[in-house]
């Protein structure tokens, strides 16, 4: 009988434990195990506790606890998994927090010692350097860790040159089931015996590993239950064939017994990996085309692929129509779209690498030149060089572009993995396109063409008993397909608790009993991810979804319509973890969690969370949780999800639409109220605005007020004008009309040389109106000396800070009142421009989701005709309106930082043309992603420390290391405030930049 594992052990436990525990049930551990009950695939199920540990000593801990106890341990690194691997009912043990380092690298004999939980693309930027990569490529690289790779035996786009991880994992530490710590590496003869003479669990396993496997017969039937030699993607049941082809058991081989070969794809079911040792390839030629292969049909482009690997290409990938729909009107992916012509059923991406551009020329013209003798394609556009990105980020986001499909008919991965010998995969993909048709299933087909691996993803609905029924259905016929073929039921995703159920009808009776024996001799007490591969439950169960669950429905402030519902949204996230991105590989998606490196701070544990509670929350109010508030606790609204999620799950509109329903149960806290009321308590400061400033700025009175409110010392308080834009405006004007009057020379002597351009309505919003006044006055000053004649329409505050406060009910009233404001004022359909990214860009955003039907038609004649000022002037820049002549010829850089807001609803476009215009201005994008102000976040006592550590991620480090002479620009009002807080750099507003590159000339 095993003991009962209680909370008391887990603070035993604690005691000594230097990493992170979550097991009880306050809300915190509780959101915790929510977040971690889901990976990247179907499946759902509470862990007992997870554990984030710092050290080996805290994994060895853990293991003597799930001996103790019979609980088993889940190693988990980025959770991208697709097949339920980091899913179960034990204790989650995710190593990615801790575990990050790259220990050794050696270029002279190209290896490279790293921690599990050090990503693939971040180790490929550390190596880049010394001119070496770490191959395996999974379109998940930008987050997919070392740690993962190994379980799974991950590889990806470019396999068929580079690679699995099996065959760049050269030794691996590991601690064993009793805890004990050992290395797996090559070992000569002499050595394995020594080994299995040990007296220890790892002599155990050597010897008994031996008697398993040391037996002609065994040997025989291994060699004729796994897939054909041909196929290189074999990842199904753990890899016999691989740790059997050595000296030990084929006396006529030369190559070493080494474990890690059975430890690549064992999916954290044998030994916790504690570091590896990788091997290294050079970096490939430089020079990079990428074929796109338009074709009519599947089949077509699967047979252009085997013409194609004639040709020895460093990949060949494909995308179907479907995908390649999703992108039409995506932010992030439209633009990517630039190498379609036509409307082709499926494009086949064929790369080549070489030294020179002749060369590549050479070798994508022979191979389009058969492709075309076999009628095969009918456009071939070559794309070159960094163009080839925008084209494999297409491919690569494909999991998460056809998530956008509506309704509860969902692609779901289930065959997405069987891998078949490329020269049988037309056959095969005929075959499984007839299983699919005779079930009524559309599918969308993609990946791996060149290495027999398409990734088949049918639609199923698992809300209902039948799409579950199905579910199981499509696999186990597709199994008999695969293994009519000699296929793979899986070739790169893994078994997990998904394909576990298939093993013995793929493998056999015989070498099924083998891998459970094997299990048994590595971990008898399954204290390592217990029924994954071998003993798995059935495969329909534990799903995400339960069947014929109807959740209720629930009222929104929000319109959520086009997503179809708050929970439909929160829903699409399919779980990919491209929001664990790292400052490494750029973006801004998401900044919580580049600080934190915490998946709680992550878009997907904000999307799990909060559909977690809409779908089985049984108050009147299913946001009614403290769970969900811990987990958006550090959203920072950027919304980078809204732009770089390829799902498009939008978590800052949830987040505000969370708050208030939260708020309306709770009460709104004092401070949330303050900051909702910003614009108000500066209206009112207004009419002292010395004293007010005094306050602000005294060290004695203002950190009183910092105390008071919850604000971090460290921040100074924003001041006041001494007079608002909106009475400076209305002076000027009198002043104005005065003079015309009385025939004086204009303000400006610019305006009388530039020609009239026209009427320009300036949206004077609250930061600007009340603290930026003077950025305020030079925009008009600007503006008017460009030709435009500014005039301030009647409206109200934007309702920004209500709404990143989550008071939605408020947001709405202003929203209503300023779109009735401002639709009257565009009757003469002059534009509405705006200087504060965050305020002007609601109109185009928020605004059209809040208003009620009635409202809609204005509010969207309001949201045709808002731009950024950016935006505006870059337009007026194109028409030839505004010349670079009038301008200053002096040479500058310029460094400019993007607003998140302006990068997830525009681009950073218009503000790079507006800036250089002046003829000899220099203009370089800083590759940063949020801030870290985030308007009151970094304000906010308890959040202060994260918002500067995103700040110095990137921007901070940057902007120091800057000269004087270097122009910092950055047009959201925060960004400015941060970069001085955290730099003491004072960064300009482009507006200011330009103004004063008006005058110098
Ligand atoms: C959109 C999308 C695209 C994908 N594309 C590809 C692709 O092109 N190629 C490909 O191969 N895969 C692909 N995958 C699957 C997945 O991303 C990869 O398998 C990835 O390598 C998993 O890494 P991870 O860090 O997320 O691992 P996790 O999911 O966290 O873990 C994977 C396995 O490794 C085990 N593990 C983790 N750390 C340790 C450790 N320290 N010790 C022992 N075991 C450990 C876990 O228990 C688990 O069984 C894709 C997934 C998604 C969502
Ligand atoms: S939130 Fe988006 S990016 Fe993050 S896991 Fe979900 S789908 Fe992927
Ligand atoms: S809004 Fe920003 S901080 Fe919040 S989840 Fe999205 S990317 Fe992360």
Not at 110 to 135: E, S, T
Not at 324 to 336: A, I, P, R, S, V
Not at 532 to 552: C, H, Q, S, W
Request: aromatic fraction near 8%; include cysteine; proline fraction near 5%.
């Amino acid at each position: 009988m095993s003991k009962k594992l209680t909370i008391s052990n887990f603070k035993d436990l604690q005691v000594n434990f230097a990493g992170e525990l979550f097991y009880d049930n306050s809300a915190e551990h509780q959101a915790q195990k929510l977040i971690y009950s889901t990976d990247a695939s179907v499946y759902q199920e509470k862990p007992i506790a997870v554990a984030v540990p710092k050290t080996s000593t805290d994994i060895q801990a853990l293991i003597q606890l799930a001996n103790e106890y019979q609980v088993t341990l889940i190693p988990r690194s980025a959770g991208t998994s697709l097949a339920g691997q980091v899913v179960g009912k034990g204790i989650i043990v995710d190593i990615s927090k801790y575990f990050n380092q790259i220990l050794e690298v050696n270029p002279e004999e190209r290896w490279v010692r790293v921690q599990p939980g050090v990503i693939r693309d971040d180790l490929n930027a550390f190596l880049k350097p010394y001119g070496l990569l770490f191959g395996p490529e999974t379109s998940t690289s930008s987050r997919a860790m070392i740690g993962g790779m190994i379980g799974n035996n991950s590889c990806g786009l470019h396999s068929i040159v580079w690679g699995d991880t099996r065959t760049h994992l050269l030794e691996a530490k590991v601690l064993l089931s009793d805890g004990s710590e050992t290395e797996f590496k090559a070992l000569d003869k002499k050595s394995f015996y020594e080994k299995a003479r040990l007296s220890t669990l790892e002599g155990h396993i050597y010897r008994e590993v031996h008697r398993a496997l040391n037996n002609p017969l065994i040997q025989e039937s291994i060699e004729n239950a796994f897939p054909n030699k041909n196929l290189t993607r074999r990842n199904t049941g753990y890899a016999l064939d691989m740790l059997s082809d050595n000296e030990i058991f084929q006396p006529a081989s030369h190559l070493s017994f080494n474990f890690c070969k059975l430890l690549a794809g064992s999916e954290g079911t044998l030994a916790f990996v504690t570091e590896a040792k990788l091997k290294l390839l050079p970096l490939p030629p430089t020079e990079t085309a990428l074929v796109c292969i338009h074709c009519n049909s599947i089949g077509e482009s699967l047979h252009a692929n085997l013409i194609a690997l004639k040709h020895h290409p460093m990949a060949s990938e494909l995308v179907d129509k479907y995908i390649l729909d999703f992108t039409k009107g995506h932010h992030e992916y439209h633009k990517n779209r630039f190498f379609i012509e036509g409307d082709p059923q499926a494009i086949l991406m064929v790369e080549f690498m070489a030294d020179t551009q002749e060369q590549l020329t050479q070798m994508c013209n022979a191979m389009i030149q058969d492709l075309k003798e076999a009628h095969l394609g009918y456009a071939y556009p070559i794309i070159r060089g960094a163009d080839t990105k925008p084209a494999w980020d297409v491919r690569k986001a494909g999991l998460g572009l056809i998530r956008n499909l509506p309704g509860d008919t969902q692609p779901v991965n289930l065959i997405e993995d069987c891998a078949v010998a490329p020269e049988h995969l037309p056959a095969y993909i005929d075959e499984l396109g007839l299983l699919l048709e005779k079930h009524g299933l559309n599918a969308s087909y993609y990946a791996h063409a060149g290495a027999g691996e398409l990734h088949v993803e049918p639609m199923i609905n698992l809300k209902t008993e039948e799409g579950k029924q199905l579910f199981r259905t499509v696999l186990a016929e597709t199994a008999a397909l695969v293994k009519k073929y000699d296929g793979s039921l899986s070739g790169e995703h893994g078994d997990g608790r998904l394909r576990g159920e298939f093993i013995p009808f793929m493998m056999g009776k015989e070498v099924y009993d083998l891998f459970r024996e094997i299990k048994n001799i590595f971990d008898r007490k399954k204290v390592f991810n217990a029924n994954k591969i071998v003993d798995t439950p059935p495969m329909n169960e534990f799903l995400r979804y339960e069947a014929g669950k109807v959740p209720n429905k629930v009222e929104t402030i929000f319109d959520f319509s086009k997503q179809e519902s708050i929970l439909r949204l929160a829903e699409k996230c399919s779980g990919s973890g491209d929001c664990r991105k790292t400052e490494v590989t750029g973006g801004t998606m998401c900044p919580s969690y580049m600080a934190t490196r915490q998946e709680k701070d992550t878009t997907r544990a904000r999307a799990n969370i909060l559909r977690q509670f809409l779908t089985n929350s049984t108050q009147n109010n299913p946001f009614n949780h403290p769970e969900i508030k811990e987990v958006m606790d550090l959203c920072l609204s950027c919304k980078g999800c809204k732009a770089e999620c390829p799902s498009q799950v939008d978590i800052a509109k949830m987040k505000a639409e969370f708050l208030q329903h939260f708020y309306d149960e709770n009460g709104i806290p004092l401070r949330t109220k303050m900051i909702g009321n910003f614009t108000k308590s500066q209206a009112l400061g207004m009419n002292f605005p010395k004293i007010y400033n005094f306050f602000a700025q005294n060290t004695f009175t203002s950190r009183l007020i910092k105390k008071t409110l919850g604000f971090a010392q460290e921040r100074s308080l924003p001041t006041l004008g001494d007079i608002t834009l909106r009475e400076w405006q209305l002076k000027r004007l009198k002043t104005q009309a005065k003079r015309q009057k009385n025939s004086i020379k204009p303000l400006n002597f610019k305006a009388s040389k530039i020609r009239k351009q026209g009427k320009v309505y300036l949206f004077c919003d609250e930061f600007t109106n009340y603290n930026d006044v003077e950025l305020g006055k030079t925009t008009i000053k600007l503006l008017t000396a460009l030709g435009y004649e500014v005039h301030i329409p009647e409206h109200i505050e934007s309702g920004r800070t209500y709404l990143s406060k989550g008071m939605v009910k408020e947001a709405q009233k202003i929203a209503i009142q300023n779109v009735k404001l401002l639709a009257k004022a565009l009757e003469d359909q002059s534009p509405i421009i705006g200087i504060e990214p965050s305020a002007i860009l609601t109109l185009r955003d928020e605004y059209l989701d809040l208003v009620p039907p009635e409202y809609r038609a204005e509010a969207e004649l309001v949201a045709d005709n808002t731009y950024l000022i950016d935006e505006f002037l870059a337009q007026e820049i194109d028409k030839k309106r505004i010349s670079s002549d009038w301008f200053t010829k002096e040479k500058r850089l310029i460094k400019l930082h993007g607003h998140c807001h302006q990068k997830a609803l525009s681009s950073m476009i218009p503000t790079k043309k507006l800036l250089s215009l002046p003829k000899n201005f220099e203009v370089q994008l800083i590759p940063s992603g949020c801030c870290g102000m985030a308007g009151s976040f970094g304000y906010e006592e308890e959040h202060y420390e994260t918002s500067m550590k995103i700040g110095e991620l990137v921007l901070f480090p940057t902007v120091r290391q800057q000269p004087q002479d270097v122009l910092i620009a950055a047009p959201g009002t925060s960004c400015r405030h941060q970069i001085k807080d955290g730099t003491g750099r004072i960064a300009l507003h482009p507006i200011e930049i330009l103004w004063n590159a008006l005058n110098e000339s």
